[in-house]
């Protein structure tokens, strides 16, 4: 036997594992699978390229509880180590950066990744564990070693009679970590991280039917038909799918192949995806992987958090911002890269350049997917358009790449359930909607039933009216505007359609300039200069007579700061403020004018205003009421 001190002359170097070296203290089962994984692939490697002499067989991982001992034990398959393995990788190689670790670590390990730094992976133990026992043969023909350490730099190694090749370790489990000796907190972890690591892992068995056995159906004395029972067998309870859809060829792949995994990621989602995009690259970095497209709500901040990140089909973290482009993190799905580090930190990520590169890569390929979905089968694209808008509307704002690529799929719906890209709807409307000053004016509204008699209005003038009505619009409207050539974006009810769309034609009014001003002094008095500004327009006398509207260029930063604006404090403290548009070729205008007594028309002013306020839904509370109640009075 021998007895000796790992190479390190600091000896609180355990207690320090136990503090700083993860936050989440379960994250020592994730590592010691994930080592016994390697060794059993490394051994399949060997075997394959001739340099290991042995069968590799059927190889798995095996989890075990031993509560009245207190002890958890995790059994491989694998390559195994000599005894003078043990003293190279676990004494010596582990703690060769330790000293070094102390010094720049101690105020911020935490975030450091410091496991993947100095090989201490299998040191993670010591954070639940009192005492670890390693028993382990290799594949070479030497004998079998145990070795031996209760949390001190003292180790014991010592060989050990196991035949069978591959590693056993044991934790014994320390009093302040017995969670870990609970079945079903194990089960829970093997299920967060190793749902889908690449060798077979058991934990335990389970009783299933027979499936070689067919239940006997006989007859009884009078004639009845009865049905033995299915016959159990008990077999290894395999908690993991050794090979998800992921780790595939996309041509290996049908479409219900694509849902069932889905359904394998998120058993509790019972809406289908919409669509995937299937990630496979190898140059200049690895990465595999399936994202999909799930219906969007339009509150933003609920679908994130769902994107699952492997290594090496080792669950790594399901908070992928820095990896994945934030637009697509109210995506599903799965990505798996080996150039990702298993523990890292936020800053770490954000300055990684093959990180970087993963983040630009899968930009381009969602670009790419989302453009040949839309050529392939546009009406399928169009019905799915409400559904997935947010994500294509947040990535044309925040990602410059994916905006230059979105012409080509982008969509721009209209009121009438039309669809244009922009380049379509640019070409439809340029003759009509181009004002006297040359710039393109393209209407849109944000809800079609508060806004029917403003689109009514432009659609009797033939011309065409989006429909944009998601929480960021404002945003990609502006955005839309400093990017494309001489356009602009105005709201159907941010003013009268023909001060929307100025031309050269001008509407003569029926008043003469002193009429006017009589008008416009008599309004002022009675309508609240705090909440509407007075605009006179002379239009078609069958147009309203009183139009209420709110200034486009306000209501927009308005909106902006309502959804992360930022630095426009100043217009979302300021009173909302409304235009009303009065048509001075109106009858209705005439007979206020013409109206004798000045309280006669001040009740003509004030119905006028609140049947114009009705429709923008701006009459509330006691004003509605006594409107309704003047209105039931006036039809007496």
Sequence with gaps: MTKGNINVSVENIFPLIKKFLYSDHEIFLRELISNATDATLKLKHL????????????????????????KLHIIDQGLGMTAEEVEKYINQVAFSGAEEFLDKYKDSAKDSGIIGHFGLGFYSAFMVAEKVEIITKSFKDAPAAHWTCDGSPEFTLEPSDKTERGTEIILHIAEDSTEFLEESKISELLLKYNKFMPVSIKFGTKEINDPEHEPA??????GKETTEPHRQITVDNIINNPNPAWTKQPADLKEEDYTGFYRELYPMQFEEPLFNIHLNVDYPFNLTGILYFPKMSNDMQMQKDKIQLYQNQVFVTDNVEGIVPEFLTMLRGVIDSPDIPLNVSRSYLQADGAVKKISSYITRKVADKLKSLFNANREDFEAKWNDIKIVIEYGMLSEEKFFEKADAFALYPTVDGKYYTYEELFNKIKASQTDKDGKLVILYASDKDAQHSYIESAKAKDYEVLLLDSPIISHLIQKLESTKENITFARVDGDHINNLIKKDETTISKLDEEQTKSLDELLKEVIPSDKFTVQLEAMDSNES?????????????????????GGMNMFGNMPEMYNLVVNTNSELVSEILDTKTKKKQERLISQSLDLARLSQGLLKGEELTNFIKRSYEMIK
């Design 217 to 222: 159906t006989t007859k009884d004395a009078e």
């Design 545 to 565: 007579p009183f139009t209420i509207t709110q200034p486009e260029f306000m209501r927009r930063m308005k909106e902006m700061q309502a959804t992360g604006g």
């Design 47 to 70: 075997t394959n390229i001739g340099d290991a002499k042995v069968e590799y067989g059927d190889p798995k991982i095996e989890v075990k509880i031993d509560k009245e001992g207190k």
